[in-house]
């Protein structure tokens, strides 16, 4: 009954229409937000990696200027709020998306974050090459958390291997390895990606725990060790992932300091905001049709959002959508068709401004967490100051598929150590992974190199 | 020096003693050694000229595995390519014992029909919720629960290469079997057809287990509850498992039992007694044994067959896309599996079986493309085809997966897939296919007079997943053609490819055809089009939801063509009428897509002899699937295996 005086903000926003930029409305923010990390000693860096899928306008996305005092180009421009968070770096490539076999999106798509060869299969041999750079800070400070990572996206695994090029179309798929052979699942439910979180702390909705889980997973463990001895070597290394998922929630389940942390964190405010959001997923369920994909974006943001402000994880990878996604973007003004066969414009100057204009429906909505977090204090800063959220595609423009000069934005200052509110451009075919190495360096993650890295980036470390 | 003075002795000797033995392990004595001096400089992990790496390939049984591969690597050392003329060349006696030793490892492995090996597979999330259906009685959407999965081999899900294990896979396992388990225990029905009655001590019972503890610390007790507990959990584990239990595997999930069971003495009986036992079952739904489709390895050399627990377990999830039922695992029991016509008359009867429609719908709806239409996402342009909505969509799907059903079960002829008189529809379907006289949301089959629409070519299904959101794409669809029906599969385009105006406005105004000639008059685009083009812009009288059409608005469309091989058609039906004529290539692809989809894993080279054969099954007799799907399930490496070559882990962490 009291839906129906309850006007949600995401109404609201849909009343505004879909295709106008919306910055974070600050009036609607909780005022005074602030995180369970409000004292000065030092706030842990949050991690995210936002994938865009097809490339960019090539010509709307580097600013004219370089240094400090640029102008946003029209595709970034929905960053003008957080212009002095944010580092747009140019001329980073990802060299190892090139190899003899590599197709146009797969091999610039499960590498990304690995920044080394994927191997080209249609299933049998799968490999990203190595770890992904969430993984390895995952790894590192993971423990401290609840979740060691969480990753998210739109859309499912796009199914069936295309032949022509040999790929199976997981590497469209998965940006994130735990291991070169293991991709991780992707959430891509609102309803199913909160509740994982945080469903015990939404008032009447908690569901009570499993008190026998603990025996249940003793038993299945020893039966997995048992089956493994009988198999045969790849078997068994197959059976190592069982095992290893198997642990992973085990310790998590008896991990009662993390626990305790987590519950903790869950401030007033956070409850407030849980609340709410609770209740657009709620809404959103049922009055989902389909075509306009922001709104699902932005639960996907928001919960990410909660993920950081309550420290429940430290590292997110979200995908806007697969490789080659060909999401129906005719919902933005202007926009008739489909974003791959878009982004294949031929030069068309009709089919350029359709794709600028899906480029910029991405920017917002990075801009929009951007601001969202910015919108949370943690002591004398921002969630946003101590966070690293990097935007990137596997590729500069759709119709030439071209890896080098990879469109790249880097917001947050990871607590102080990046300096941000600059423009660089770096020397020609700078390898993406030496942006990878700094972000490990500035979160004291000392580690000699990663992927094909031959060094960190010059300013950009304080 | 010294020591290449001696191989060089060693070698010619070698020459003369290969013509004779078939040395198992001729490879890594013989062949490797000359590898590693003349080809692994440039092709090592480190380096991979070319994306070619033998330092790989340090075992045998690896270069049997990969032999398509070693073919090529043959071709360019039998043409002296390599070594490229920039480093020395081969020495005469080298070249020909790699030429002949490469050959002979390669045709050893064919003619002594080496299965490949087939990777633990999980169940796939069809598999689960079939499996959970048969076993418990318990409806679950797996689908829509667990994260997705990627596809594999030939294509579809439940290849074991492409399917993981992670965390959060786990936990909704976890949560899906604590579901499941609650549904079940809900339906008093259900909860009884597999707990078939209320454990209860009677207070003499009681008493009298009572008095005996008083006397002995290991007294038997009087209708103990895990004696009764053992009596449900162990039927409901062996079919779960496929097979049945060991000891210590009842001992656990007993302990687990006995664990639940005193830890609960608030409770009361049968209560009691079957909140220990579900507990039971969750661990029973979570285990590998459940979850993985294992084949285990015990330490023996070359080829042997599948034990018949596994074979039954292949043969199921195959043909129903689930566990085998009692008749299965009572023949696996006997051992009578491995007899070959008791595998036709199983064969014969689990096609006739209801569940095989699972089969006909998993596999008709990966290979064709359907699945699809049924996903939540958007295929068609809302804005241009309003009419074009999830009904419709689930409509087609269906349509598909009948067809398909019938012909496996009662046309028996697969060619038909590609062309025939019928199609199934529903009231629904009727009309926006335009068919009279049928009524009612059931499917049923019907004549087709516009002989454009019977078989997969007239289905909208098929021609709207292949057309792009706001127009029809000739060259997706020609595609389409030729990897799905014919099993050959382009080149990728160029990098700098282009695509046609996305708007059929733009298109109709030139003409669409004429763009594709003009696109074609590009020589790197012309070898591959040439091919491509004709077969889709043959069905261009059906518009991008499938729907026929005479003209793009004013301009009327020209479905005639000529194929690659200079034969001339006009529209789809004459289309129809030559692909049927590709017998030997349509007979190869079914072949090789069924092997795929049976095995759960990628066609090998060493798969090539059981493809030719499969391939002159479908010939001899018609393209029956029942005796196709019969020689296969006989086939080797339906019903063999071999141990993988990389040593195994013996310390399990």
Not at chain 2, 163 to 168: G, N, Q
Request: contains cysteine.
């Amino acid at each position: 009954m009291s839906k129906k005086w309850h006007i949600s903000r995401r109404r609201m926003l849909k009343g505004m229409g879909a295709c106008i930029a919306l910055p974070f409305l600050e009036a609607m923010a909780l005022p005074g937000m602030s995180s369970p990390y409000s004292g000065s000693a030092g706030s842990p860096v949050r991690n995210a990696f936002l994938y865009l899928p097809n490339g960019v306008h090539p010509d709307l996305w580097s600013p004219a200027q370089t240094g400090r005092n640029f102008e946003l180009s029209r595709q970034l421009s929905p960053l003008k709020n957080v212009k002095d968070d944010i580092l747009i770096l140019g001329e980073l490539m990802n060299k190892n998306s090139i190899f003899e076999g590599a197709d146009g999106h797969y091999a610039k798509t499960a590498s990304i974050l690995t920044c080394l060869p994927i191997k080209q299969t249609i299933g049998d041999n799968i490999s990203s090459g190595g770890i992904s750079v969430d993984q390895v800070i995952a790894n590192a400070v993971g423990n401290e958390t609840l979740f060691p990572s969480l990753e998210y996206g739109l859309d499912r695994i796009a199914t069936g291997v295309d032949i022509n090029v040999g790929f199976t179309r997981l590497y469209a798929s998965s940006i994130s390895w735990k291991t070169a052979t293991q991709p991780l699942s992707k959430e891509i439910d609102p309803r199913l990606a909160f509740d994982r979180l945080f469903r015990s702390f939404v008032p009447g909705k908690a569901a009570k725990e499993d008190p026998w889980k603990r025996s249940v997973l003793d038993a299945v463990m020893e039966d997995a060790r048992n089956l493994k001895k009988n198999l045969g070597r790849s078997d068994q290394d197959k059976l190592s992932e069982y095992l290893e998922s198997i642990r992973s929630v085990e310790k998590r389940i008896t991990s009662e300091a993390n626990k305790e942390k987590f519950a903790a964190n869950i401030t007033p405010d956070i409850v407030k905001e849980l609340k709410r959001l609770d209740q657009d997923i709620d809404e959103y369920v049922e009055m989902y049709a389909g075509v306009d994909v922001t709104e699902k974006t932005r639960l996907m943001l928001d919960i990410m959002a909660l993920a950081f402000w309550s420290d429940a994880t430290r590292v997110i990878t979200f995908m806007f959508g697969n490789a080659v996604s060909n999401r129906n973007f005719s919902f933005l003004e202007g926009v008739n068709g489909a974003h791959h066969s878009i982004s294949h414009h031929m030069d068309d100057p009709v089919l350029m401004e359709q794709y600028a204009r899906i480029t910029t429906w991405h920017v917002e909505q990075y801009a929009y967490f951007l601001e969202k977090l910015k919108s949370i204090k943690e002591g004398d800063k921002t969630l946003l100051d101590n966070s690293m959220i990097t935007f990137v595609s596997g590729l500069r423009d759709g119709n030439r598929h071209s890896p080098r000069n990879v469109p790249l934005v880097v917001a947050g200052k990871a607590g102080g150590k990046l300096k941000t509110g600059q423009h660089i451009i770096y020397e020609k075919n700078t390898p993406l992974a030496n942006l990878y190495l700094s972000m490990l360096h500035a979160q004291n993650i000392e580690v000699e190199s990663f992927g094909d890295s031959t060094g960190t980036l010059n300013g950009i470390l304080v | 020096m010294v020591r290449s003075v001696i191989s060089i002795a060693t070698l010619s000797c070698m020459v003369v003693a290969m013509a004779h033995a078939q040395e198992a392990n001729l490879y890594e004595t013989t062949l490797r050694p000359i590898l590693e001096k003349r080809c692994i400089e440039c092709h090592n992990t480190g380096n991979t000229k070319g994306g070619v790496n033998i330092d790989n390939y340090k075992e045998q049984a690896r270069v049997v595995k990969d032999g398509a591969f070693w073919l090529k690597v043959l071709d360019q050392i039998k043409n002296r390519d390599m070594p490229p003329s920039t480093e020395p060349p081969l020495p005469d006696n080298e070249y020909e014992i790699l030429v002949k030793g490469i050959d002979s490892v390669l045709q050893s492995s064919l003619r002594e029909r080496v299965p490949g090996h087939v990777v633990i597979r999980r169940l796939s999330h069809t598999e689960y919720q079939y499996t959970i259906l048969d076993l418990l009685g318990v409806e679950f959407d797996a689908k829509s629960y667990f994260p997705s999965d990627a596809s594999g081999g030939g294509g579809f899900d439940n290849q074991g290469g492409a399917l993981f294990f992670t965390p959060l896979k786990f936990e909704r396992y976890y949560d899906a079997a604590e579901e499941i388990i609650g549904q079940l225990r809900a339906d008093v029905e259900k909860w009884h057809a597999i707990v078939p009655f209320d454990y209860k001590q009677t207070w003499w019972q009681r008493l009298a287990n009572w008095v005996k503890s008083l006397f002995s610390d290991n007294y038997r007790e009087i209708n103990a509850p895990e004696v009764a507990a053992e009596k449900v959990i162990v039927p409901v584990a062996t079919k779960a498992y496929r097979r049945f239990l060991r000891e210590d595997e009842k001992d656990r999930l007993i302990e687990l039992f006995s664990s639940v069971y005193d830890a609960t003495d608030t409770l009361s009986n049968p209560h009691r007694f079957n909140e220990a036992v579900a507990q039971a079952f969750k661990a029973v739904l979570v285990s590998p044994h459940f979850l993985y489709r294992a084949e285990e390895e015990p330490r023996v050399r070359g080829v042997y067959p599948l034990s018949n627990f596994e074979l039954a377990t292949r043969l199921s999830y195959f043909l129903w896309s689930s566990m085998p039922d009692e008749e299965l695992f009572s023949l696996a029991y006997q051992g009578k599996l491995q007899d070959t016509l008791v595998l036709e008359q199983q064969v014969k009867r689990m096609l006739a079986d209801p569940k095989a429609k699972r089969f006909a719908e998993s596999f008709a709806a990966q290979w064709l493309g359907v699945s699809k239409l049924l996903e939540n996402t958007q295929i068609v342009d809302p804005e241009r085809f309003p009419e074009f909505d999830m009904t419709i969509r689930k409509a087609l799907y269906r349509e598909t997966v009948e067809y398909f059903y019938y012909v496996l079960t009662g046309s028996r002829n697969m060619l038909e897939l590609i062309n025939s008189n019928y199609t199934f529809v529903n009231e629904e379907l009727a009309k926006y296919y335009g068919i009279e006289g049928v009524t009612g949301p059931e499917f049923r089959k019907v004549d087709v007079t516009e002989r454009w629409r019977g078989g997969v070519l007239g289905m909208a299904g098929v021609l709207t997943t292949t057309s792009l959101p706001t127009r029809t794409s000739p060259v997706l669809r020609g595609k389409w053609v030729m990897e799905q029906l014919l099993g050959v599969s382009p080149p990728p385009p160029p990098a700098e490819v282009a695509e046609l105006p996305k708007d059929e406005k733009s298109h109709s105004a030139v003409g669409l055809r004429k763009l594709l000639e003009r696109h074609r008059s590009d020589p790197a685009c012309f070898s591959c089009h040439v091919k491509m083009d004709p077969l889709g812009l043959g069905l261009e009288n059906f518009d991008a939801v499938g729907r026929w059409r005479d003209s793009y608005g004013s301009v009327a469309i020209d479905p005639s063509g000529v194929l690659a091989d200079g034969q001339k058609f006009n529209g789809p039906v004459e289309l129809k009428e030559l692909l049927l004529q590709e017998k030997q290539r349509i007979a190869r692809n079914f072949a090789s897509r069924m092997l795929s989809y049976a095995l759960g894993r990628s066609v090998l080279f060493t798969d090539e002899p059981a493809l030719r054969q499969l391939e002159q099954c479908l010939i001899d007799n018609n393209f029956d699937p029942q005796v196709f799907i019969a020689t296969l399930v006989k086939s080797y490496p339906f019903r063999m295996k071999i141990n993988d070559f990389r040593k195994k882990v013996d310390e399990i962490i």
